[in-house]
Nanobody, 124 residues
Framework: QVQVVESGGGLVQAGESLRLSCTAS????????MGWFRQAPGQEREGVSCISSSGRSTDYADSVKGRFTISRDNAKNTLYLQMNSLKHEDTAMYYC?????????????????WGQGTQVTVSS
């Protein structure tokens, strides 16, 4: 059974950094595009960043461009999200997703597997 597990969330102050990690097991990780999504209370889930299977292509939501960096290590079946200069509005549950195809749109037919989420809270 495929498992997608996020880690690295926590409580930080505005301006600080966090790095999220996501490991995916029992699938051919290097074959899939991967993405990070987030959902704040009372809001819809939104795409934050995605990366192609090779890692050569990336995309970011406008709200995080220049602050967040997505990367992957296919040898370790691990996806990362480096989050710098965090803002209070970045507070959300962050989800890792295995994608059928590359892209940031939160569309059900894009997502093959979800992780359980990791909470990021940024105090202002």
């Amino acid at each position: 059974q495929v498992q997608v597990v996020e880690s690295g969330g926590g409580l930080v102050q505005a301006g600080e950094s966090l790095r999220l990690s996501c490991t995916a097991s029992k699938l051919i990780f290097r074959s899939y595009a991967m993405g990070w999504f987030r959902q704040a209370p009372g809001q819809e889930r939104e795409g934050v960043s995605c990366i192609s299977s090779s890692g050569r292509s990336t995309d970011y939501a406008d709200s995080v461009k220049g602050r967040f960096t997505i990367s992957r290590d296919n040898a370790k079946n691990t996806l990362y999200l480096q989050m710098n200069s965090l803002k209070h509005e970045d507070t959300a549950m962050y989800y890792c997703a295995v994608l059928y195809y590359f892209g940031l749109d939160y569309a059900p037919d894009r997502i093959k597997y979800w992780g359980q989420g990791t909470q990021v809270t940024v105090s202002s």
